[in-house]
């Protein structure tokens, strides 16, 4: 831990130009802002790191706070994106904050203002002096929907005292598989603190319904059957993404592309990208309309992939033909698109191993197999692959999320003297 602090004081000056970036919200990274409001229940500290962790986690949200009328929930997150969407949900138990940095006094502002009774942490968000300062006040820590791949274990293996320490302060852990949770165990978590599988991301919460005025206006320009929506696409894969529809487009000239990328800050290099391709295409966060002449519509803004699967027959998942580990195949799978993606997909490797084997979704390696997966998929074809990866969720969704041992773990251990586990 000494070390961990040593380098967490060289990063301060890293750390202050984030400050600087978040502006009014800096505060929040410090620690400070309004706390909790007095209540009859105990207060819960969720976190996640941005809109997909906490997107998977809005049903054990909304599960938490039935079981427990009075909780009420400090959910913090890292990116002021996540932040919105946890906003957005309007839930009156819930309040939202940007994550504090993980110094012990920004902390221990946080904790002072909150006093949360547990800490639950979504995927892999363990840091190591928020665990400590948790322990070191006899609150509980729950990590649910655990998340370790073999490389992120190699890694934590070369610091054996660190993630020793880490766990040694997990009161209770699911994993979003069994092989995450034999590693954790590996590692050093206490075999009996491991309980059953749970995938938050089980078909996980859907997109927000499009905005019916958009669609209506977007619809004609973008014929459901002839539209591939890349979604969540990271650096890398516009070119690749744009190579082959270009390509396809050659024995499909009907064909559209609706692009999203992952980050919409990075709208203008992407924008660039597509003016190399010769492509015309309008950019939405400039509010330019598409034209029937403008086959490539840039989707560069949060908040809106609902009406983008409505419009699109067709989705590659982006996150894949990098190593991002791929995005979520439920938001399509639930919407009717038929699934593309590439070879990276280990955060879901579970879903698309069984939509692959289906013939509900299909893997590429690269612009070429794309290209051709595109100018194949016709509308029956596409419907096909849609209706085979709603079977596929659907009994998924049923053998998958459990949340019941979870929740019985928490308000056993909120309700425990000190949070000992093992207490009664």
Not at 112 to 132: D, G, T, Y
Not at 236 to 246: C, D, I
Not at 321 to 337: I, M, S
Not at 364 to 376: F, I, Q
């Amino acid at each position: 831990m000494l070390s961990y602090r040593l380098l967490l004081s060289l990063a301060a000056p890293v750390f202050a130009l984030r400050l600087i970036r978040d502006g009014r919200l800096a505060a929040e990274r410090l620690g400070g802002g309004a706390g909790a409001a007095r209540g009859a229940g105990p207060v819960i500290w969720l976190h996640g790191a941005s809109n997909g962790e906490l997107a998977s986690a809005r049903g054990l949200v909304d599960r938490l706070l039935d079981r427990r009328p009075g909780a009420r929930l400090v959910v913090t997150c890292n990116s002021a994106t996540g932040r919105a969407l946890v906003r957005g949900w309007g839930l009156d138990r819930v309040a939202v904050r940007l994550a504090p940095l993980d110094y012990r006094w920004a902390l221990g502002r946080f904790l002072s203002r909150w006093q949360p009774a547990a800490l639950m942490l979504i995927e892999s968000e363990l840091w190591p002096n928020r665990l400590a300062a948790m322990a070191a006040r006899g609150r509980p820590v729950l990590v649910v929907g655990a998340r370790m791949s073999a490389r992120s274990a190699a890694r934590w293996g070369r610091l054996p005292g660190l993630v020793g320490a880490m766990l040694a302060r997990v009161c209770y852990l699911s994993a979003q598989d069994a092989g995450s949770g034999a590693r954790f165990v590996a590692l050093g978590l206490d075999p009996a603190r491991l309980g059953p599988v749970v995938d938050l991301k089980s078909g996980g919460a859907a997109p927000a319904p499009p905005d019916p005025e958009a669609l209506a206006r977007l619809a004609p320009l973008f014929p459901r059957g002839d539209t591939l929506l890349a979604a969540s696409t990271h650096e890398g894969e516009e070119r690749a993404v744009l190579a082959a529809f270009a390509a396809a487009r050659a024995t499909r000239p009907g064909l559209r592309l609706i692009l999203a990328p992952r980050h919409p800050r990075r709208s203008p290099e992407i924008a660039a990208e597509i003016a190399r391709t010769g492509l015309p295409f309008a950019t939405r966060s400039r509010g330019e309309a598409p034209g029937p002449d403008m086959p490539v519509y840039l989707a560069d803004t949060m908040g809106e992939m609902g009406l983008w699967y409505a419009l699109a027959g067709i989705g590659f998942i982006g996150g894949s033909l990098v190593d991002r580990g791929g995005h979520t195949p439920w938001e399509p799978a639930a919407q009717g698109t038929a699934i593309l993606h590439g070879p990276h997909v280990a955060n879901f490797a579970r879903v698309y191993a069984a939509l692959d084997a289906a013939g509900a979704a299909r893997r590429v390696t690269g612009p070429d197999e794309l290209a051709r997966a595109l100018a194949g998929l016709d509308g029956p074809a596409q419907a096909a692959m849609a209706a085979r990866a709603s079977d596929i969720a659907a009994r998924l969704s049923a053998d998958g999320a459990g949340l019941d041992p979870l929740l019985d773990a928490l308000i056993r251990l909120i309700d425990t003297p000190n949070g000992d586990p093992d207490h009664g």
